[in-house]
C-alpha cells in the first residue's frame, strides 16, 4: 500500500484535478490514479511527497544525468540568475552561451561547427529541418521537399517533429493531414545487443536490409532534403536498438544522394549509450545534430542543433539577399539553463562520468540478463546504460491487451516499492541517472521480478 499523502496535498491534488492538463495523459485515469505529489529531488532519487524515496529508474524522462539537485548545477543557476537571468539572443550574446559552444564543440564531430539555439528536443529537430529544407534550397536544389526517416522514431511533438517520428501510432497518426511530407525506412532491430541472441540468418538479414536501404535511396533520394534517425536507438519507439552498420550506410548513401543527414541525439548524448555521442561509436558525423534533455544535467530547457559550415555557407549573403535562417524563440540561449550547460560539461571534464556509465552498463546487464529468466520477459537487451525488454503475458507468450494497462500498472505499482519505472508499450526499460550506484540497479531488477511475479 501506497504512504498516504499529508493532509495538506488533498488541497493541492484538487487543484491539480481542477485545473492542470497533463502530458500524454488521458485525464480520466488521474480520476482513479492522481499525479504523483513529488516534493524534492536527491542525487539518482525522487522524494516523493508522501515520504517515500524512490529510483528514478528512467532519469525523468532521460533528462537527469547527474543526479538531482548536483551542488554543482544548483549553484551555477543561482550565479547566473543573480548576474543575468535572460536577454534576447538576436543581436546579442553573453557570456554562459559562448562558454557553452566553447566546452562543447571539441566534444563533437570537427565538421559541426555552427551552434543554433533553442528550447527543448522537439525544436532542435525542427530547426535541423527548416535548415536542410532552406540550405538545399538556398543551394539550387529546389525540388527536395520531402524527409526521410527511420520507421518507428519520435523526434517531439510539434508539427515538423511529429511529421517525421512513426506516423502509424496513436501519436501521430490522427495529425497525418497536417504534417510535411516523409518517406520512411525499416531497419531491423540487432539481435546482437540481446543478452540472449539468436543470431540464426542474422548476417543475411543484415545484408537485406543493407540493400533494402540503398533501394530507398535510389527511389527516395532526389526528393530528400534530409534523413533525420537517432543513432543506435530508437528510445521513444520501445528501445529499439539498431544496427550499427546500418548508420553508416545511412551516412554513405546521403552522401551519395545529396541529402543531409540529421542525427537526433536529444536522447542518446551525453553518455547514455556509453560514449558522450552514440554516433561517436561508428564514428558517423552528421550534417545536422539536434541535442537537448541531458544538455543542462536535466535541470533547464535548452537545446542546441548543431550545423557543418558548408550548411552555414548557404545561409550567407547580403541582408536583402533573403538568405538569412528567420527562425528563433523568446527563451533563446537562456542564459541560466547555458550556466547549467557549462557545470554539466565541467563534471563530465572532472568527474569519471563515462566510467560511472561503463559501471551502469555492466550492472544493466547483470540486471537484465535476471529479468530475461523471468516467463514474462523476452529480447532484453542493453546498449550502455539503456536496459529495456519485452513484456508478454507469460501464458500465452503474446502481448498483453492493452486495455489490461499492464505497464501503467507495473508503473504504479513500482513506486510503491522505491522505483520509478514506466513503460513505453510493452518496453521496459532502466535507464537512470549516469550517478547510479549500479547495486540500486541490482535492486531494481529485484524489485522487477517480484513485482512481474505477483
Ligand atoms: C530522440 C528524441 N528527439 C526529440 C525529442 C523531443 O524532445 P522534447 O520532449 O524535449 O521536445 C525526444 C523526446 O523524448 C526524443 O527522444
Redesign the pocket.
Known amino acids: 500500500m501506497p504512504t498516504p499523502l499529508p493532509p495538506d496535498w488533498s488541497d493541492r491534488l484538487a487543484l491539480d484535478r481542477a485545473h492542470v492538463w497533463h502530458p500524454f495523459t488521458q485525464m480520466q485515469i488521474h480520476e482513479a490514479d492522481p499525479p504523483v505529489a513529488v516534493a524534492g529531488g536527491e542525487g539518482c532519487d525522487l522524494l516523493l511527497a508522501n515520504g517515500e524515496r524512490v529510483l528514478d529508474g528512467i532519469s525523468s ?2 533528462t537527469c544525468l547527474h543526479g538531482h539537485g548536483h551542488p554543482r548545477l544548483v549553484s551555477a543557476l543561482e550565479r547566473q540568475a543573480a548576474r543575468l537571468d535572460h536577454v534576447m539572443f538576436a543581436g546579442f550574446t553573453h557570456e554562459p552561451a559562448l562558454e557553452l559552444v566553447a566546452r562543447l564543440r571539441p566534444r563533437l564531430p570537427a565538421g559541426l561547427t555552427r551552434a543554433f539555439f533553442s528550447d ?3 525544436t532542435a ?1 525542427e530547426v535541423a529541418l527548416k535548415m536542410a529544407f532552406q540550405a538545399q534550397f538556398q543551394r539550387g536544389e529546389k525540388g527536395r521537399d520531402r524527409f526521410g526517416a527511420l520507421r518507428g522514431g ?4 510539434t508539427l515538423g ?1 511529429v511529421g517525421v517520428g512513426e506516423l502509424e501510432n496513436f501519436m501521430t497518426g490522427l495529425f497525418r493531414p497536417l504534417l510535411l511530407t516523409c518517406e520512411r525506412l525499416e531497419v531491423p532491430e540487432d539481435p546482437r545487443r540481446e543478452l540472449r541472441p539468436d543470431l540464426t540468418g542474422w548476417p543475411e538479414r543484415l545484408e537485406t536490409a543493407r540493400q533494402g536501404m540503398r533501394r530507398f535511396f535510389t527511389e527516395h533520394g532526389a526528393r530528400l532534403a534530409a534523413f533525420i534517425a ?1 543513432p543506435l536507438i530508437q ?2 519507439g520501445g528501445m529499439r536498438m539498431w544496427p550499427p552498420e546500418l548508420l553508416a550506410e545511412l551516412r554513405a548513401q546521403c552522401d551519395a544522394h545529396g541529402v543531409y543527414l540529421i542525427l ?1 541525439e ?2 542518446t548524448g551525453f553518455g547514455r549509450t556509453g560514449t558522450f555521442l552514440a554516433s561517436e561509436q561508428v564514428g558517423v558525423a552528421p550534417d545536422l545534430l ?1 541535442l ?2 541531458g544538455l543542462t544535467g536535466g535541470t533547464l530547457p535548452l537545446s542546441l542543433t548543431w550545423a557543418t559550415e558548408a550548411i552555414y555557407a548557404h545561409f550567407w549573403g547580403e541582408p536583402a539577399s533573403g538568405r538569412a535562417f528567420l527562425h528563433g524563440h523568446s527563451y533563446t540561449a537562456n542564459p541560466a539553463a547555458c550556466a547549467v550547460a557549462c557545470a554539466s560539461l565541467a563534471l563530465f571534464d572532472e568527474e569519471p562520468v563515462l566510467a560511472r556509465a561503463a559501471a551502469i552498463h555492466e550492472a544493466m546487464k547483470a540486471a537484465f540478463l535476471t529479468l530475461s529468466e523471468h516467463p514474462a520477459v523476452r529480447q532484453a537487451r542493453v546498449l550502455g546504460t539503456i536496459g529495456a525488454c519485452r513484456l508478454v503475458d507469460p501464458a500465452t507468450g503474446a502481448a498483453h491487451d492493452p486495455s489490461l494497462r499492464f505497464g501503467w500498472r507495473l508503473h504504479r505499482r513500482a513506486l510503491d516499492h522505491g522505483l520509478l519505472a514506466r513503460p513505453i508499450g510493452d518496453c521496459l526499460y532502466l535507464l537512470p541517472p549516469l550517478n547510479t550506484p549500479p547495486a540500486r540497479i541490482q535492486e531494481a531488477a529485484a524489485t522487477l521480478l517480484e513485482l512481474l511475479s505477483s
Open positions: 524522462w532521460w527543448d528536443g522537439s529537430v519520435y523526434h517531439g511533438d517533429a537517432e528510445c521513444a537526433d536529444v536522447a539536434c537537448s534533455k
